[in-house]
């Protein structure tokens, strides 16, 4: 959405397609996904990103022979000192230094002695670590002709109401895959 701040809390749909929506990560069978080696990946980087960025929590998940669906909740409040992007200042360092008369030469100062401010990498920041390791461990894993389709859709859920549908859309997806199939 124009103008919208993808950085702020709130709660978003993704869904990421295959380039050519080439079915690569396994297959429905009786209505359940089962993921080959590559469709592993795909789930094991979802959870990756969610492990490096303490700000984001996962409400769903679900990886399908061409595409991926779930919803993420950027949440401020839930930064610790820990994790890609964040660092909880510690002036101390710096406070010590000073009090203690010690001379602060550039050279003195090092990257970790700096004050680092907590950085809220926007929605489409994190689909891209996301897009991008996955993408590396799969070429690795022996596809190196596997894509992402460019860019991926999202929807900022605004009410409980929209919430629960999507969390029922991701869990019956793999039961609605014959209806849907878009395989190439």
């Not at 990946?41 to 492990?51: G, K, R």
């Not at 101390?92 to 809220?120: F, H, N, Q, T, W």
Request: aromatic share 10%; net charge neutral; proline share 4%.
């Amino acid at each position: 959405m124009a103008g919208y701040d993808y950085s702020q809390n709130a709660l978003y749909f993704i869904t990421i397609c295959v380039k050519d929506r080439i079915c690569c990560f396994g297959k429905v069978v009786n209505g359940q996904m089962e993921c080959n080696e590559y469709g592993d990946i795909a789930h094991l980087q979802w959870q990756w990103l969610f492990s490096q960025y303490s700000y984001i929590v996962s409400h769903a998940f679900v990886v399908m022979p061409n595409h991926v669906h779930g919803v993420i909740e950027i949440d401020a409040s839930r930064v610790v000192g820990a994790g890609r992007d964040l660092t909880v200042p510690d002036l101390s360092v710096l406070s010590e230094r000073v009090g203690a008369g010690l001379d602060l030469s550039v050279r003195d100062l090092s990257v970790r002695d700096l004050p680092l401010p907590i950085k809220i990498k926007p929605l489409s920041q994190l689909i891209g670590a996301y897009k991008t390791t996955s993408s590396a461990k799969i070429h690795l894993a022996g596809m190196p002709e596997f894509n992402w389709q460019r860019s991926f859709h999202d929807h900022i859920i605004r009410d409980e109401k929209a919430y629960l549908n999507i969390i029922n859309y991701i869990k019956n997806n793999p039961k609605k895959w014959a209806e849907d199939c878009f395989c190439k």
